[in-house]
């Protein structure tokens, strides 16, 4: 068991999803999403231009780890694909698809063509099924566990297993699930404008054949 820290810069609902249920990280983070297991338990603190240093935006403990297909077919997550039905909706992070020898893009607001490398390489879904997910109403991280942050940008692992329980004692006080809203909302930077206005197909190439033949 290992828990792993770093900084939520754009806290928006998408990366980490926290909604219908489950606390997902599908997209973003490939070198998390790559190394995490089982039972890890992830952490996203704020940043000094969000809700502040030293502060939880959420906590999840991996329950499952799913491959990009085996997650966008998977009806417990059907509600993660992004749609225009209300705010929740459209920060679906369920947004990839294969058909016809191509990767597709869902059409949504957050990722476009710049991110597809970075979400799809590591073919690895983040699942907790047990979350804590504050968002705008980050509390401050007690003295005593400042050292499982990550200061900047990557992240960090603690193995320390009376620090991680101890951790875990204090995030456990709080209600589970969604407790805030997305501190920042309103994240979509004018080079994903384009991308971010509608679906785009995903050329095959070895690459992403190599990551079909993986799936299977």
Known sequence: MKLTSYV?????????????GFLTLATCKPKIRQSANIGDILVGTGSARGVGNN????VGVVSEVLSTIDYSIDPRFEAKKPSNQDEKAKRGDNIYYWQDGQWQQIKNISHGKGEIYDDLQPNRILVCEKFWYLGNQAKMIPEEFLEIVKIGPGHKNTIDETLINDFMKWIGQFPRGVMGEPSSLSFCSSDKIPACAGMTAVEATPFSDGLKSSLK
């Not at 754009?10 to 909604?19: E, L, R």
């Not at 502060?55 to 959420?58: Q, V």
Request: proline content about 12%.
């Open 55 to 58: 502060k939880i935006i959420y």
């Open 8 to 20: 939520v810069k754009h806290d928006t609902g998408f990366a980490p999803n926290p909604y219908y």
